[in-house]
């Protein structure tokens, strides 16, 4: 049942009055169930990361376009994501409040620019939602030995996400022990695996890492571009972190908790990939079939090679459990993200998408979700939509880091905004929050360039250019509304609120 909650509706015990007070000061009432602690804020990033999903979106592509050699690209993107991590850590300390990116900025730059920080972010959170599902499907078809089909994948990714809809919508608590279980058994296995592919099972020589196997021909006979199109691909793996701060209004203590979960679901995540990338190149058998394009999946023929056909369903259902949980963390931090934007009235039907429901839930914006999610695998019934889909996901995520380092750089500079939470690191913080809007502003720019590499081959012009030209439409939209609607005079003002010099002066 939907209702709107009024601040006196959660148990008593359930939040702590020092995280109620500072969500005041920041102008709302607790209405979500604080019941996570710090390893529960780590779990939501954790499993939407997901090492196992990360790599799998990652390897075949990093070594076709680059060869073994583009796992050396992983440590840079990671350093790189670092430097975001810094700025997020800060506002997170700050403003421990759901819906990071829109709430940031709102505090930061101002409503206008918020509005257009929050709409790339929902439409970045909700491809990456239906991404995930559609993904999923031929590991799930392929644990009961059924060939797919267009028409069957979108039928599957269907379910998959009302699954995850109903986990959702039954509270924090049922969400927190369901991923849980599933990153304990995604972390066990991404260990035990990767460190018996490279102790028991390597087969190739270690110079192999160096070694492009002649894939820059793809990119014109170029090294250095085809490396530049392999970091673009390493990014795709380094996303999600961003749902620890999304459950911030459900977590313990969270000014303190929320920044470092951050940090500790990256960089656990970043090094199990880190570690099953280089594994999996050095036990492949034949790494040349990879970079031919003959073998699509590295990983699975790295391991069954190595353990035997013995591990093909156990390995297919710690594919299935990483998934899942990763579904389930994507989806839940994307309906926060809308429950926080709706509640300030700058969404159509706000009312609905900004309730909760008995159990604390954001229930309007689970809904949603799903809807969207459902509405957007109608593309997978043509596969160079469903492409260009994917391919926004990551591109609008990067899209919205930028946005969130440059809003924080524009105010440190005019003297706007001074990190004042737990975590302040004076002109240090600066210097790094100046890096982060180079790295983030050259890794939106080589994800999103137009490359024919990494299309599908004889993909038509316009999924080529899907990055860009989705990136542009999401933004040109974002401005129409904003200039039609003006979501940005619903905003309610106060002393939590990004404050120009010109404005304090009147």
């Not at 020092?18 to 390893?39: M, N, T």
């Not at 316009?462 to 439409?473: E, R």
Request: aromatic content about 10%; hydrophobic content about 55%.
């Amino acid at each position: 049942m939907i209702e709107n909650q009024s601040p006196g509706s959660i148990p008593a015990g359930e939040g702590t009055a020092d995280d109620d007070a500072r969500l005041r000061e920041l102008g709302y009432e607790q209405r979500l169930s604080r019941r996570l602690g710090v390893f529960g804020s780590v779990a939501m990033g954790f499993a939407t990361i997901s090492p196992v999903v990360g790599l799998y979106a990652v390897a075949v592509v990093g070594t076709v376009v680059a060869g073994p050699a583009w796992v050396w690209t992983l440590p840079v993107c990671l350093l790189g994501q670092c430097l975001l991590l810094t700025v997020y850590s800060e506002l997170a300390s700050q403003f421990p409040i759901a819906g990071g990116p829109y709430q940031w900025t709102r505090r930061l730059i101002g409503p206008s620019y918020a509005w257009l920080t929050g709409w790339v972010s929902l439409c970045g959170y909700l491809a990456a939602n239906t991404t995930i599902a559609y993904l999923s499907t031929p590991w799930i078809l392929g644990l009961f030995e059924i060939t797919p089909s267009p028409r069957l994948q979108v039928a599957v990714a269907a379910a998959f996400i009302l699954v995850c809809s109903v986990v959702n919508s039954s509270g924090i608590d049922v969400l927190r022990r369901v991923l849980n279980v599933g990153i304990a058994a995604e972390a066990l296995a991404s260990v035990g695996v990767g460190v018996a592919l490279l102790l028991a099972f390597r087969t190739q020589p270690w110079s192999l890492l160096t070694d492009t196997m002649g894939a820059e021909a793809l990119s014109g006979g170029s090294v250095f571009a085809a490396m530049l199109a392999a970091l673009a691909v390493g990014g795709w793996a380094f996303i999600g972190f961003d749902a620890t701060t999304m459950s911030s209004e459900e977590t313990r203590n969270a000014a303190r908790h929320v920044p470092r979960a951050i940090w500790w679901a990256l960089l656990s995540v970043g090094g199990l990939v880190i570690l099953n990338a280089f594994a999996t190149v050095l036990a492949h058998p034949d790494p040349a079939a990879v970079v031919a394009g003959k073998d699509v999946d590295p990983v699975t023929t790295a391991v069954l090679t190595s353990f035997g056909d013995w591990s093909a369903k156990p390995f297919l259902c710690v594919v299935i459990v990483a998934f899942l949980a990763c579904g389930l963390a994507a989806q839940g931090a994307s309906a926060r993200a809308v429950y926080s934007v709706a509640r300030d009235g700058v969404l159509p039907a706000a009312r609905f998408l900004s309730s909760v429901n008995r159990r604390h839930a954001p229930i309007g914006g689970t809904i949603a979700v799903t809807l969207v999610g459902w509405a957007g695998l109608l593309l997978a019934l043509d596969s160079s939509a469903i492409g260009s889909l994917i391919t926004f996901g990551t591109a609008g995520l990067y899209m919205v880091f930028f946005l969130v380092a440059l809003a924080a750089l524009v105010s440190r500079v005019r003297g706007t905004w001074t990190p004042a939470g737990h975590i302040r690191l004076g002109t240090a913080g600066t210097v790094i929050n100046a890096l982060a809007v180079v790295w983030l502003g050259f890794q939106f720019v080589n994800i999103t360039w137009p490359r024919t590499v990494l299309a599908p081959p004889g993909a038509p012009w316009y999924q080529i250019w899907a990055a860009p030209l989705v990136s542009a439409g999401v933004l040109i939209l974002g401005l129409l509304y904003l200039v039609i609607a003006r979501p940005q005079d619903r905003v309610r003002t106060g002393s939590a609120f990004a404050t120009r010099p010109a404005e304090a002066a009147q």
